[in-house]
């Protein structure tokens, strides 16, 4: 059974930083892509971030590129998103995912919540 667990929300200023953490198991970590998806309130889930099979190549959503990376560790199955210059449009429920080569698989973890006030 697939389990994602995303951890390190938490209230900050506008400016500060987050850095959040997807632990998975259940699945062989390391053969998929993963990524970083969001939701704020009253929106559609949107795409964030995704990170390759051996981190070597990276994308972003035009809204967080140049403030945030994805990284992630094979070792420890866990894909981080590390959010500098926050703002408060970045106030949003994340949630990490996996990519199959294909498409995004239909495993979801509790999210964690940022709040970002202005």
């Known amino acids: 059974q697939v389990q994602l667990v995303e951890s390190g929300g938490g209230l900050v200023q506008a400016g500060g930083s987050l850095r959040l953490s997807c632990a998975g198991s259940?699945?062989?970590?390391?053969?998929?892509?993963m990524g970083w998806f969001r939701q704020a309130p009253g929106k559609e889930r949107e795409f964030a971030a995704v990170?390759?099979?051996?981190?070597?190549?990276?994308y972003y959503a035009d809204s967080v590129k140049g403030r945030f990376t994805i990284s992630r560790d094979n070792a420890k199955n866990t894909v981080y998103l590390q959010m500098n210059s926050l703002k408060p449009e970045d106030t949003a429920v994340y949630y990490c995912?996996?990519?199959?080569?294909?498409?995004?698989?239909?495993?979801w973890g509790q999210g964690t919540q940022v709040t970002v006030s202005s």
């Open positions: 990170i390759n099979l051996s981190a070597g190549s990276t």
């Open positions: 259940g699945l062989t970590f390391s053969r998929h892509l």
């Open positions: 995912r996996v990519h199959d080569g294909s498409r995004w698989l239909d495993y």
